[in-house]
């Protein structure tokens, strides 16, 4: 099977701007979570999302949403781009029926924002 | 809210000789899933491995073990016989029994020498 894959992998952007991340799941896969990677912060939860509705949000400002569609692929947008927002987004995918589940993440998306 | 602590930024160890990571976490949740995970420079999560709170044995994968200590809410990873290949970052990670989020430690950066 064919793994998580994100697009772009880099991307830059200046701060004001929106920005739009893609995440498709292993083949199967209903689950989408998508995590924050920071120096200071680490690794921070973002969303997680199921059959395309939103189960579980983590403590990020209105401006992070995400969707998910039908064939299970997320996007996540992120409006009005701070210099905080610099990261690596990860995304992760599994069945999504059970905690135990192994979540298999993407190789993720690199924002740099000027 | 769960936290998850290690206290070990950095640590290094000679190819063919044992390690071991720490992690402490702290929840009131009773059932729940514990997990390491490995990033290797090319920022690719990785699931090392998983091991449920109500199991009592200690969980093993190959040259990957971990010593779980339930009331001491402690969760080690032992990585024996070092390879070089396991130069990485490695974040212990908690989720409740009937979640899908995952929370991270701060990682430990573990460099295998040759």
């Known amino acids: 099977k064919a793994g998580v894959t994100q697009t772009p992998r880099y991307l830059i952007k200046t701060r004001g701007q929106q920005v739009t991340l893609s995440c498709s799941p292993i083949?199967?896969?209903?689950?989408v979570s998508w995590y924050q990677q920071t120096p200071g912060q680490g690794l921070q939860f973002l969303f997680e999302?199921?059959?395309?509705?939103?189960?579980n949000k983590g403590n990020f400002p209105g401006r992070f949403s995400g969707r998910q569609f039908s064939n299970s692929r997320s996007e996540m947008n992120v409006s009005t781009l701070e210099l905080g927002d610099s990261a690596l987004y990860l995304c992760?995918?599994?069945?999504?029926?059970?905690?135990?589940?192994?979540?298999?993440f993407g190789p993720g998306t690199r924002l740099l924002v000027l | 809210a769960q936290t998850v602590t290690q206290s070990q930024p950095e640590m290094s160890v000679q190819e063919a000789e044992t390690v071991t990571l720490s992690c402490t976490y702290d929840?009131?949740?009773?059932?729940?899933?514990l997990f390491w995970y490995k990033q290797p420079p090319s920022r690719q999560m990785i699931l090392v491995i998983r091991?449920?709170?109500?199991?009592?044995q200690n969980a093993t994968e190959n040259r990957f073990s971990v010593n779980f200590q339930k009331a001491a809410k402690s969760f080690s990873l032992k990585i024996s016989d070092s390879q070089l290949g396991d130069t990485a970052m490695y974040f212990c990670?908690?989720?409740?029994?009937?979640?899908?989020?995952?929370?991270f430690g701060a990682g430990t950066i573990l460099r295998v020498k040759s």
């Open positions: 992760a995918s599994s069945s999504g029926l059970a905690g135990r589940e192994t979540r298999y």
């Open positions: 083949s199967g896969h209903r689950s």
């Open positions: 999302y199921f059959s395309e509705t939103q189960r």
């Open positions: 929840t009131s949740e009773n059932n729940y899933y």
């Open positions: 091991q449920e709170a109500y199991k009592q």
């Open positions: 990670a908690f989720m409740k029994w009937d979640g899908n989020k995952l929370v």
